[in-house]
DNA sequence: AATGGACACAACCGCTCAATA
DNA sequence: ATATTGAGCGGTTGTGTCCAT
């Protein structure tokens, strides 16, 4: 089937807008109470722009709920979470935070976020660790980087489980993606806990592996919490602070802070419920014991999207 | 002060999807 | 069932700004 152009391109100008251009239409959509159809409003609102130009303007920059300025810590936490479920889906990445846009959130990830991943040795794309290989995972060399590749395994085991547990309670419906799937976990108790729990608890910092083995088979969204809970919370005090572990800026910072959180989880007090953590997320073994994954695999249908975006989970 | 590279952000392009005739 | 259209999405590009040399 063929396409038309979406507005004939002729004499239509283009480029950044005018704050004069800006004003017809906010105006034009005040007006109307909407902006009704994309590619009328130009001529009515009398704008030289494409109707497509028109709505970007409109979404990206002029909407009054849109938040300006720099993403705070916490937001770009999430966004990294989120691309780690939802990939590069920017639109609905962005309806997770508020007053933010997909364009603004792209940005950021292609500017930023991408970048820092790569400096701590994780593949933007799938939040694994670049050393790692189809058939087994191999510790990396470096300290930090190893640090990184036990971060993510552990987010992948969490994301896994998590995945697994609420699958439970709510089967995908069909004709929905693996992904829209995730995004309603997110925001379902179970995200809740999840969330919750990637902010430090030290209650539940001090609960023992074992507890989340055990647990992978009781099917409460309690014990879902318990058994992610002390991964991420490991993995947060990973940092020089609690929490703190995307808020430096380059990541010759970030590294640094992950070292001295390692160096110093060896010589503080062992009573300290974060450094237990810590100690658990290092001790982690590089060659994750997956198997929770090959249980009743079929039963529980773990969504493949996630399987071959997490591949090396796959080959296991 | 001039210049060139890096960076950040806004905007455009092309594709896909859903609705509709 | 098929063609057409409008809207939305993600990738890419263009441009302005900052900073180091």
Same mark, same amino acid.
């Given at each position: 089937?063929? !396409?038309?152009?979406?507005?004939?391109?002729?004499?239509?100008?283009?480029?950044?807008?005018?704050?004069?251009?800006?004003?017809?239409?906010?105006?034009?959509?005040?007006?109307?109470?909407?902006?009704?159809?994309?590619?009328?409003?130009?001529?009515?609102?009398?704008?030289?722009?494409?109707?497509?130009?028109?709505?970007?303007?409109?979404?990206?920059?002029?909407?009054?709920?849109?938040?300006?300025?720099?993403?705070?810590?916490?937001?770009?936490?999430?966004?990294?979470?989120?691309?780690?479920?939802?990939?590069?889906?920017?639109?609905?990445?962005?309806?997770?935070?508020?007053?933010?846009?997909?364009?603004?959130?792209?940005?950021?990830?292609?500017?930023?976020?991408?970048?820092?991943?790569?400096?701590?040795?994780?593949?933007?794309?799938?939040?694994?660790?670049?050393? +790692?290989?189809?058939?087994?995972?191999?510790?990396?060399?470096?300290?930090?980087?190893?640090?990184?590749?036990?971060?993510?395994?552990?987010?992948?085991?969490?994301?896994?489980?998590?995945?697994?547990?609420?699958?439970?309670?709510?089967?995908?419906?069909?004709? !929905?993606? $693996?992904?829209?799937?995730?995004?309603?976990?997110?925001?379902?108790?179970?995200?809740?806990?999840? !969330?919750?729990?990637? !902010?430090?608890?030290?209650?539940?910092?001090?609960?023992?592996?074992?507890?989340?083995?055990?647990?992978?088979?009781?099917?409460?969204?309690?014990?879902?919490?318990?058994?992610?809970?002390?991964?991420?919370?490991?993995?947060?005090?990973?940092?020089?602070?609690?929490?703190?572990?995307?808020?430096?800026?380059?990541?010759?910072?970030?590294?640094?802070?992950?070292?001295?959180?390692? $160096?110093?989880? +060896?010589?503080?007090?062992?009573? $300290?419920?974060?450094?237990?953590?810590?100690?658990?997320?290092?001790?982690?073994?590089?060659?994750?014991?997956?198997?929770?994954?090959?249980?009743?695999? $079929?039963?529980?249908?773990?969504?493949?999207?996630?399987?071959?975006?997490?591949?090396?989970?796959?080959?296991?």
């Amino acid at each position: 089937m063929g !396409r038309t152009p979406c507005c004939d391109k002729r004499g239509l100008k283009k480029g950044p807008w005018t704050p004069e251009e800006d004003e017809i239409l906010v105006d034009y959509i005040k007006k109307n109470g909407g902006h009704g159809s994309w590619r009328s409003l130009p001529k009515l609102a009398g704008l030289l722009r494409c109707g497509k130009s028109c709505r970007l303007r409109w979404t990206n920059y002029l909407r009054p709920d849109i938040k300006r300025g720099p993403f705070t810590v916490e937001e770009e936490k999430l966004v990294i979470q989120l691309h780690g479920i939802l990939g590069n889906r920017w639109a609905a990445i962005a309806t997770q935070l508020a007053g933010r846009t997909d364009n603004e959130i792209k940005n950021l990830w292609n500017t930023h976020l991408k970048k820092r991943l790569i400096c701590m040795g994780l593949d933007p794309q799938t939040h694994e660790p670049f050393t +790692s290989c189809s058939t087994t995972i191999t510790a990396p060399a470096s300290p930090t980087t190893r640090h990184m590749a036990q971060w993510e395994s552990a987010r992948l085991e969490a994301e896994a489980r998590l995945s697994r547990e609420s699958s439970l309670f709510n089967p995908i419906p069909s004709g !929905r993606t $693996d992904s829209d799937y995730y995004l309603r976990m997110w925001n379902s108790e179970v995200g809740e806990s999840f !969330r919750k729990f990637s !902010r430090v608890d030290k209650t539940a910092c001090q609960s023992p592996v074992s507890q989340a083995s055990s647990s992978t088979k009781c099917g409460s969204l309690s014990a879902v919490s318990a058994e992610i809970g002390p991964i991420f919370a490991g993995s947060s005090t990973a940092g020089s602070n609690q929490n703190e572990d995307m808020e430096c800026k380059s990541c010759k910072s970030y590294t640094e802070e992950m070292m001295a959180g390692s $160096d110093s989880s +060896s010589t503080e007090d062992s009573e $300290d419920s974060s450094d237990n953590a810590l100690q658990l997320l290092l001790d982690f073994p590089i060659n994750n014991d997956m198997s929770f994954l090959e249980e009743d695999m $079929d039963k529980y249908a773990m969504p493949c999207a996630m399987l071959t975006e997490n591949s090396f989970i796959c080959h296991l």
